[in-house]
């Protein structure tokens, strides 16, 4: 998996799992893993990883990783933006989540990305094309670590978010950093992967991003979601304990 990491650019593996998940999904078929965003289960989940290597990551069927099911575990359980008639905004859309959202007829759900062939507006994140305070909900997960300016980046999705509308923002953080490490004279593929993590990473967040996303005027707080949890479902869901950033425009 990591070799194709690697050596594909990210748009042409979106367009070719779609076709080649279905067989993916039946070879696969078993009952040790559990996917809680489908309900579809199997015999053992791949590895993942373009630096390091995390086992029993990524869902062969629907092609989730940890901190998809997380943040579906959270969302479905501790929230009601499933339920609710919403205006939705998808930042560089996750395959797992935009088939399932797309089928929401009580959302006005819209994708955003630069690349992604799954976005209905190919949008700089910066300089975001929408109405100031419209979306109830942001979801923009994993996509800031990638932006050179995303100081600027926050601000455009408060803009564009309405006044008590939630963003949520998962990013890779290290918690044994107090503050996020940035370097834009790094910019070798080789170099980036080996500093950032990812060949496209241009930084590492801290434990301070969330204090980052209030200096946008946001009220936010970390959620360890993954403490609520049993032993047993996060072995079943095979989840890793991430914080889920979850920020309120006040």
């Known amino acids: 998996m990591r ?20 067989l ?17 289960s199997y015999r053992k989940f791949l590895s993942y990883g373009y630096q390091s290597i995390r086992h029993n990551a990524l869902c062969p069927g629907t092609l989730s ?32 989540f935009y088939k399932k959202f797309k089928s929401f007829n009580h959302w006005k759900y819209i994708t955003a990305d630069l690349t992604s062939p799954l976005a209905d507006f190919k949008v700089d994140i910066c300089k975001l094309p929408f109405d100031d305070s419209c979306y109830d909900l942001i979801l923009c997960n994993h996509v800031l670590e990638h ?17 008590g509308g939630t963003l949520i923002a998962q990013v890779p953080i290290d918690e044994k950093l107090e503050t996020t490490f940035e370097d834009n004279s790094i910019t070798d593929p080789i170099e980036r992967s080996r500093i950032f993590g ?7 967040y801290g434990k301070d991003f969330i204090s980052l996303l209030n200096q946008s005027g946001f009220k936010s707080k970390g959620i360890p ?5 049993s032993e047993v479902e996060i072995k079943k869901y ?13």
């Open 238 to 250: 095979s989840l890793q304990k991430e914080v889920i950033p979850v920020a309120i425009k006040s």
């Open 24 to 40: 993916i999904r039946f070879y696969f078929r078993g009952s040790r893993f559990i996917d809680p965003i489908d309900g579809s």
């Open 147 to 163: 932006v050179n300016d995303h100081i600027q980046a926050i601000s455009e999705l408060h803009r564009v978010l309405k006044k």
């Open 65 to 96: 990783l940890e901190r998809h099911r997380l943040l579906w575990l959270y969302l479905d359980r501790e929230t009601d933006f499933l339920k609710l008639p919403l205006n939705v905004l998808h930042i560089a859309p996750e395959q797992v």
């Open 198 to 204: 990812q060949y496209d990473h241009v930084r590492i």
């Open 225 to 229: 979601y993954a403490n609520k949890l």
């Open 3 to 22: 070799s194709l990491l690697n050596l594909f650019p990210r748009t042409w593996l979106i367009k070719l799992s779609i076709w080649f998940r279905p």
